[in-house]
């Protein structure tokens, strides 16, 4: 079975929290940060050559990471558009050169023309932080790629989404969204297995917003689809101890500790090396908790 096949099918044995057939699941995958970009907010310029990216995604993988998600166009707040052309020229040689990479690809795209591309090149995972809204092509192309679709929650645009965004209730509020977007998707074509659901920390929300979406987590497996939590290195960490972002990696395996507590089936991370042996000694520990000898 195809490792984007497994971590959709597999069902904790002891589901954290909640019950029922929601996909829970206490060993989410390992999605590993690749920005190809000169400016995103944590490793913007790191890995913008592909010698580089290729030998970042080499040491991701060997580190514990199953997939892989390669982004051309950065998406912090404030951030510049890119266009189509430049972001194709950044993005298509590193997956290229991953043809036949022992883990899953995954394009952080809001262009349909940029996933089509990578999708042909090996790219099994459309991430999209516009919930597929970007462009008025972007569904119908999702359908017909066939692949595993990521639609992400986000108010507003990269360049607006943190202009005094406000919510009543963020969590209903998102989850009304996000069960819509699922709803036009799968009218469209868009298989309802590949569908993957992402509450999209820090885009468009306030600290509290952000804390709420955390804290509520797995309120969002009643709609039947695994969770992407990628609170990786977010600006609300600094909010809450005024770190910057070299220093929020106990914030961020924090968040990625508690995201498999909530039945997170996937956590975005940029340091899978330290994210792995956290969830190795959390899932040890909470094993002999249960009374269990073996992990």
């Given at each position: 079975m195809a490792l984007t096949e497994r971590w959709i099918t597999r069902k904790s044995a002891n589901p954290p929290y909640?019950?029922?057939?929601?996909?829970?699941?206490?060993?989410?995958?390992?999605?590993?940060?690749?920005?190809?970009?000169?400016?995103?907010?944590?490793?913007?310029?790191?890995?913008?050559?592909?010698?580089?990216?290729?030998?970042?995604?080499?040491?991701?993988?060997?580190?514990?990471?199953?997939?892989?998600?390669?982004?051309?166009?950065?998406?912090?707040?404030?951030?510049?558009?890119?266009?189509?052309?430049?972001?194709?020229?950044?993005?298509?040689?590193?997956?290229?050169?991953?043809?036949?990479?022992?883990?899953?690809?995954?394009?952080?795209?809001?262009?349909?023309?940029?996933?089509?591309?990578?999708?042909?090149?090996?790219a099994s995972i459309w991430n999209d932080v516009t919930a597929l809204e970007f462009d008025e092509t972007s569904i119908?192309?999702?359908?017909?790629?066939?692949?595993?679709?990521?639609?992400?929650?986000?108010?507003?645009?990269?360049?607006?989404?943190?202009?005094?965004?406000?919510?009543?209730?963020?969590?209903?509020?998102?989850?009304?969204?996000?069960?819509?977007?699922?709803?036009v998707a799968m009218k469209a074509g868009v298989k309802r297995q590949n569908i993957i659901l992402d509450p999209g920390?820090?885009?468009?929300?306030?600290?509290?917003?952000?804390?709420?979406?955390?804290?509520?987590?797995?309120?969002?497996?009643?709609?039947?689809?695994?969770?992407?939590?990628?609170?990786?290195?977010?600006?609300?960490?600094?909010?809450?101890?005024?770190?910057?972002?070299?220093?929020?990696?106990?914030?961020?395996?924090?968040?990625?500790?508690?995201?498999?507590?909530?039945?997170?089936?996937?956590?975005?991370?940029?340091?899978?090396?330290?994210?792995?042996?956290?969830?190795?000694?959390?899932?040890?520990?909470?094993?002999?908790?249960?009374?269990?000898?073996?992990?």
């Amino acid at each position: 079975m195809a490792l984007t096949e497994r971590w959709i099918t597999r069902k904790s044995a002891n589901p954290p929290y909640k019950t029922g057939n929601y996909l829970m699941t206490n060993s989410p995958k390992i999605m590993g940060i690749l920005n190809v970009t000169p400016d995103s907010f944590s490793d913007g310029g790191q890995f913008d050559g592909v010698e580089q990216a290729v030998a970042r995604a080499h040491a991701m993988v060997r580190a514990g990471a199953d997939i892989i998600d390669i982004g051309g166009e950065s998406t912090r707040p404030g951030a510049v558009v890119v266009g189509e052309a430049e972001e194709l020229a950044r993005v298509m040689p590193v997956i290229e050169a991953l043809a036949g990479f022992d883990a899953d690809i995954s394009i952080d795209t809001r262009r349909p023309a940029v996933a089509q591309a990578a999708v042909k090149a090996g790219a099994s995972i459309w991430n999209d932080v516009t919930a597929l809204e970007f462009d008025e092509t972007s569904i119908e192309i999702a359908a017909k790629l066939g692949c595993k679709v990521v639609l992400m929650h986000m108010r507003g645009t990269p360049e607006t989404m943190q202009d005094n965004p406000h919510y009543n209730n963020v969590v209903a509020e998102e989850m009304a969204y996000l069960k819509a977007r699922m709803s036009v998707a799968m009218k469209a074509g868009v298989k309802r297995q590949n569908i993957i659901l992402d509450p999209g920390i820090g885009f468009g929300k306030r600290l509290e917003d952000n804390l709420d979406l955390l804290q509520h987590l797995d309120d969002f497996h009643i709609l039947g689809r695994p969770i992407l939590l990628g609170a990786s290195r977010k600006s609300f960490m600094g909010a809450l101890d005024g770190s910057d972002v070299a220093g929020r990696l106990g914030g961020s395996i924090a968040s990625a500790l508690w995201g498999a507590s909530m039945g997170a089936s996937i956590l975005r991370v940029h340091d899978v090396e330290e994210t792995v042996q956290a969830l190795k000694v959390w899932r040890a520990i909470g094993g002999r908790a249960n009374g269990k000898d073996k992990i």
